[in-house]
Nanobody, 115 residues
């Protein structure tokens, strides 16, 4: 059973930084993609960034140049470094792992950007 555990959310002022982490347990093979999604208040969930097993990354236009996704394969952990945060980055952030064609989700962590 694959389980994802997120950490690192919180309240930060505009222009500040946060680092999210998501550690997976129960993965024995087949890890393909690790990603971060977010659901802003009153909106649909959207892709923030993803990184493949080989290290290829994709970012949403709204976060390019500010957010960096990285992973530690040995620890089955994905990170999201968020810099220059804006109020519009406020959302619940979810990590997502694609393992052997199956999608697994973290429980979500709240990020609030406000002065």
């Amino acid at each position: 059973q694959v389980q994802l555990l997120e950490s690192g959310g919180g309240l930060v002022q505009p222009g500040g930084s946060l680092r999210l982490s998501c550690a997976a347990s129960g993965i024995t093979f087949g890890l393909n993609v690790m990603a971060w999604y977010r659901r802003p208040p009153g909106k649909e969930r959207e892709l923030v960034a993803h990184i493949t097993y080989g290290g290829t990354t994709i970012y949403a236009d709204s976060v390019k140049g500010r957010f960096t996704i990285s992973r530690d394969i040995a620890k089955n952990t994905v990170y999201l470094q968020m810099n220059s945060l804006k109020p519009e980055d406020t959302a619940v952030y979810y990590c997502n792992f694609v393992v052997a064609g199956h999608f697994y989700w973290g429980q979500g962590t709240q990020v609030t950007v406000s002065s």
